[in-house]
């Protein structure tokens, strides 16, 4: 029999889980009280559905042996959208919604096999939001969650920020054949590549300037204007950028403006980001997002109903992070039941219902206890402050 989990699953001690659910319900608490409602969607879903129209490439999704297509989510937004362009499509827009959940993602370990990474993710979509006014509201409400968490300055939390207009533009003076080349070589750092598709010398120069074109986002758009000129994306990025730079400034996070960023699933159609921390030994994103249009209209829907943006973070990474917050299971503030010989375990269950009765948290010693003083010295190992003493 197989003693150790799964490759990529892990088992959490008490302290772990007691932590992501101190995560997650400071969360949610900022979600709801942005009026978001929490929906719960299916961990199991349809592969069409998975792929978010092409968004997600089949490697990245764990696939189930059953009758039809089916896989384990690896992120939740599919799986929502889906809901909002169906059985929610009638519900007035905008279209508020938060979950929390596990997500599988299904990647090659070190010998070339499957790994299986489990992790607990929580988030928010917003159904029927136009460009900026959602972006505007989207960014407001992850820079809450952010104060919410209660982040260490140490942690060196960084929003990295790109666009899917920036990239067309970028790529608008190049023939359709040849764009998607240099948006890899773009996306990937890949100088050697942009010198292969023997392109002149001034178009060039000018994507390798784009390659290293990465930093605060007043010089970012100042350098794209004088290259691109006044464009509608600029605007919309300065406008949000002024909205958030005190916010994030009083934070203590740091805002990057990328025009070649693009991130691993291939979902988003305009604003795109990160969260950056620094974990133990890496860098780690504890949140992503953006917007997703063009997967809300491959699941069929039309007008204002095919706008949508959200992001997520991943609570597992979050509670890595060094010197993160820890709750002690053992603070608790909860009760220990114990009885003597000369008393019974019937007993002491009626005292732990009373105790209950009066919302006290209190477990039951099930074995008699010779003396007092012994049942003062379980009080440590089973993480209980005070004692109920039934000696008869």
Request: glycine share 8%; charged share 20%; net charge negative.
């Amino acid at each position: 029999m197989a003693l150790q989990p799964a490759s990529g699953a892990r088992d959490l001690n008490p302290q772990q889980v007691e932590h992501n659910q101190l995560l997650r319900e400071r969360l949610a608490t900022v979600y709801r009280c942005w009026g978001y409602d929490e929906v719960s969607p299916p961990q199991v879903e349809r592969m069409d559905t998975l792929k978010a129209g092409g968004g997600i490439d089949s490697a990245d999704i764990v696939r189930l042996v059953a009758d039809e297509p089916l896989g384990l989510r690896p992120e939740l937004t599919a799986s929502i959208a889906r809901a909002a362009t169906t059985r929610l499509a009638e519900r007035p827009r905008p279209l508020r919604l938060w979950s929390s959940g596990t997500v599988f993602e299904s990647c090659a370990n070190d010998e070339g096999g499957q790994r299986i990474e489990e992790k607990l993710h929580s988030g928010v979509e917003l159904f029927g939001a136009s460009q900026v006014n959602g972006e505007l509201e989207l960014l407001s409400l992850l820079m809450a969650s952010m104060q919410a968490l209660e982040l260490q300055q140490n942690h060196g939390a960084q929003l990295l920020v790109g666009h899917a207009g920036l990239m067309n533009l970028i790529l608008s003076p190049f023939a359709p054949e040849v764009r998607p080349k240099i948006k890899q070589a773009l996306v990937c750092f890949d100088r050697l590549q942009l010198q292969a598709l023997d392109l002149p010398a001034e178009q060039l120069q000018r994507l390798q300037t784009q390659i290293d074109l990465r930093g605060e986002p007043s010089a970012v758009l100042a350098e794209e204007r004088r290259v691109f000129g006044s464009q509608p994306v600029l605007s919309h990025l300065e406008r949000m950028f002024n909205h958030l730079q005190p916010i994030a400034a009083q934070l203590g996070i740091k805002l990057q403006l990328d025009p070649s960023f693009q991130p691993h699933f291939e979902l988003y159609d305009g604003l795109v980001f990160q969260l950056v921390c620094q974990g133990r030994a890496a860098p780690v994103v504890i949140a992503r997002g953006g917007r997703y249009d063009r997967v809300l209209k491959r699941f069929g829907a039309s007008g204002h109903n095919a706008a949508g943006l959200g992001f997520s973070f991943c609570v597992d990474d979050i509670r890595d992070l060094p010197a993160a917050e820890q709750p002690c299971v053992s603070d608790l503030d909860r009760v220990l039941v114990a009885y003597g010989p000369a008393s019974s375990l019937e007993t002491a269950l009626l005292h732990q219902q009373e105790l209950h009765g009066k919302g006290m948290n209190a477990m039951i010693e099930l074995d008699p206890v010779e003396s007092s003083d012994h049942a003062e010295s379980l009080l440590a190992t089973r993480r209980c402050s005070s004692l109920v003493w039934l000696p008869s």
